[in-house]
């Protein structure tokens, strides 16, 4: 199975469009666009996860003047999409059908193709405790690293082929709680990758 992308190139960096956030604030916030060959007989649905593995785990030193995160520091997981049930003849999901905007507060019921249903990402932990920001975030939203980040940040998407019209997860599920449901259930996986940075050091 092969996945691509005609809003940025793998391993290049992804624009401005696609990300939450930009040097001037809240960005276009719109899901790139995606698309898919090749895929596996038996397939019955997809599953799709967006996530960066370069965020910082130390959250004091995020955006602020006075220090730079270290490139050496341990970096762990954020996710940024979650989907499922993406019907198995679809192939392709266009830029901004999904998101097209941020949404203080996270979008309640976001676009997508018809019968997916999406998670949530990884903004809902992170705006927890900000009263003008908390909620639960469904759907995509995009890169918005820290500007004092010395690391490229790195935005996978993922794509798997399932045996399963329907996946068993329920509610305001997560991309842990897809990856437990999935397993014995992946007949293929794609993926490609986007870059983003606002440290204009690096950019």
């Given at each position: 199975?092969?996945?691509?992308?005609?809003?940025?190139?793998?391993?290049?960096?992804?624009?401005?469009?696609?990300?939450?956030?930009?040097?001037?604030?809240?960005?276009?916030?719109?899901?790139?666009?995606?698309?898919?060959?090749?895929?596996?007989?038996?397939?019955?649905?997809?599953?799709?996860?967006?996530?960066?593995?370069?965020?910082?785990?130390?959250?004091?030193?995020?955006?602020?003047?006075?220090?730079?995160?270290?490139?050496?520091?341990?970096?762990?997981?954020?996710?940024?999409?979650?989907?499922?049930?993406?019907p198995?003849?679809?192939?392709?999901?266009?830029?901004?059908?999904?998101?097209?905007?941020?949404?203080?507060?996270?979008?309640?019921?976001?676009?997508?193709?018809?019968?997916?249903?999406?998670?949530?990402?990884?903004?809902?932990?992170?705006?927890?405790g900000?009263?003008?920001?908390?909620?639960?975030?469904?759907?995509?939203?995009?890169?918005?690293?820290?500007?004092?980040?010395?690391?490229?940040?790195?935005?996978?998407?993922?794509?798997?082929?399932?045996?399963?019209?329907r996946?068993?997860?329920?509610?305001?599920?997560?991309?842990?709680?897809?990856?437990?449901?999935?397993?014995?259930?992946?007949?293929?996986?794609?993926?490609?990758?986007?870059?983003?940075t606002?440290?204009?050091?690096?950019?």
């Amino acid at each position: 199975m092969k996945l691509d992308s005609q809003s940025f190139q793998n391993g290049q960096p992804l624009p401005a469009e696609f990300a939450a956030g930009d040097a001037n604030g809240f960005a276009g916030n719109r899901n790139p666009q995606l698309g898919w060959r090749d895929v596996p007989a038996g397939t019955r649905s997809f599953a799709l996860v967006c996530v960066d593995p370069d965020v910082p785990t130390v959250p004091e030193l995020v955006g602020r003047d006075d220090v730079s995160i270290p490139l050496d520091q341990p970096r762990g997981d954020f996710v940024h999409w979650v989907m499922v049930d993406v019907p198995a003849e679809l192939r392709e999901i266009a830029a901004g059908s999904c998101s097209d905007g941020f949404t203080a507060h996270g979008k309640s019921q976001p676009a997508g193709p018809a019968g997916a249903r999406q998670g949530i990402n990884d903004y809902t932990g992170w705006f927890a405790g900000n009263a003008q920001m908390a909620g639960t975030y469904h759907g995509y939203d995009g890169p918005y690293p820290p500007f004092n980040d010395e690391r490229l940040h790195r935005y996978f998407f993922r794509l798997f082929a399932l045996d399963v019209e329907r996946l068993p997860v329920d509610g305001a599920f997560t991309a842990a709680d897809v990856y437990r449901a999935m397993q014995g259930h992946v007949l293929a996986e794609a993926a490609v990758h986007g870059t983003y940075t606002l440290n204009p050091k690096l950019a």
